[in-house]
Structures are given as C-alpha cells and as structure tokens.
C-alpha cells in the first residue's frame, strides 16, 4: 500500500536531548513536509523539501534540523535548542503542484 | 504574506442536519488553490476538498461542498447529511499557484474549527 508512515507514535524527551522523528513516503512524491501542531495553532511549518538533498526553512525552523538523503525519507531531529517541543509533529509530502498527503503524526513529550 | 482565517472555534449540528463552515483568505494573488482538511480525533490529515481559484463552478465532494467567493476572499464548507464520523477539526488551507524561491506546495493553514455531531 502507498503512504506516509512517521515513527514513534509517541516519543518522550528528556531536557537536553537531541531527538530524530522519522517520516517515509512510498508514493513517489517530491516534496515532503514537516509541521508542528499546538492546541489552537492549527499547523505550522517548520521545513520543506522540494527535491532531494534540498531543503528549505520554514516559518518555525529555530531548533529543529532535517535531511533530505533519499527521495522516500525526510527525517526531523529536534534539537535541545527548542526551548519548548511538547507538541504533535505531522510529515506529509506530494507531487508539487498537487495537494498534500499527511501522515499519522508523532506525538514528542518532554519529561 | 498570505493568511487564512476560520472564525469559528466550534461548531454543532445535528445528525442528518446540514452545516456551514466559514473561512475567509487574505491574498493578493490571483491564482491559487484552497482546501478543507479533516483531522479526526485519530489525528490523520484527510483531505476533504480543494478548489481552484481560476475555476468558477464550487467544487463538491458526496456531502462535502464549498461556496467559494473570490471576490469576497471566502470559502466556506458545507457538509450535508451531517454524520457521526464527520465529528472532527476542520482545517481550511491556501496555496499559492505561483513558485517563489522553491515555496509551490506550500499551505497556509486556519486554526481550524472543532465540528461536534450530535445524535
């Protein structure tokens, strides 16, 4: 089946630490997204990738870092500079000038 | 910069009723593409409906339809035959049809109006 997968489900950080939220797409699409999910903040967009080995900032980038290695894999690792990176992480990717598709999301706590 | 504004936190309607969600845009383009998003308390990205800004007929989608008014910057969901399963967050999203320094695809996204069906 094509789709989007984003692993863990539920990912727990402890303060200081760096952490890699995973995201893979098999539907042969170009672009690939990161957002961020605050209650009442709707989504947000933390990076962007056209093609791969490209990438772009998005409107929250600081403390956050990606890759673009593969055209399936767009990786986000949240830094210990984000000062606060309780929220729900959403990947999702398309061809460019098509809508996007989303994946199930990552829920990070920090302890 | 472009902005997308939902001014409806909430919403509630009946099972089997009918219900308008409001959107309202800010963009000085004159092409572009909008859509309404889905996100059920399982927390998926479902794509509801997208519309065209240079086509002028509402887009419809089974019980999902739009009136779009582009003079007015306004898009507003309506879902017909409201159903349990249609309980969830809307999200109404902009996307430029033009490219600016690698930014096409990009959405802008409301902050979404929470939709409760009631039996």
């Known amino acids: 089946d094509g789709g989007i997968t984003q692993s863990p489900k539920y990912l727990f950080r402890k303060e200081g630490q760096n952490v890699t939220l995973s995201c893979e797409q098999n539907l042969n699409h170009d672009a690939m997204y990161w957002y961020r999910q605050d209650p009442g903040q709707g989504l947000r967009l933390i990076y962007y990738s056209q093609i791969v080995n490209d990438f772009q900032k998005g409107d929250i980038a600081e403390g956050y870092s990606v890759s673009r290695e593969k055209k399936e894999s767009f990786p986000l690792t949240v830094t210990s500079a984000q000062k606060n990176p309780t929220a729900f992480y959403l990947c999702?990717?398309?061809?460019?000038?098509?809508?996007?598709?989303f994946g199930p999301g990552t829920r990070l706590t920090v302890l | 910069a472009q902005t997308v504004t939902q001014s409806q936190p909430e919403m509630s309607v009946q099972e089997a009723e009918t219900v308008t969600l409001s959107c309202t845009y800010d963009?000085?383009?004159?092409?572009?593409?909008l859509f309404w998003y889905k996100q059920p308390p399982s927390r998926q990205m479902i794509l509801v409906i997208r519309?065209?800004?240079?086509?002028?007929q509402n887009a419809t989608e089974n019980r999902f339809s739009v009136n779009f008014q582009k003079a007015a910057k306004s898009f507003s969901l309506k879902i017909s035959d409201s159903q349990l399963g249609d309980a969830a967050m809307y999200f109404c999203a902009y996307r430029s049809a033009f490219a600016y320094g690698g930014s096409q695809g990009n959405l802008i996204f409301g902050k979404g109006t929470k939709l409760s069906v009631k039996p």
């Open positions: 519309q065209e800004a240079y086509k002028q």
């Open positions: 999702a990717s398309s061809m460019a000038w098509n809508e996007q598709f």
């Open positions: 963009t000085s383009e004159s092409d572009y593409y």
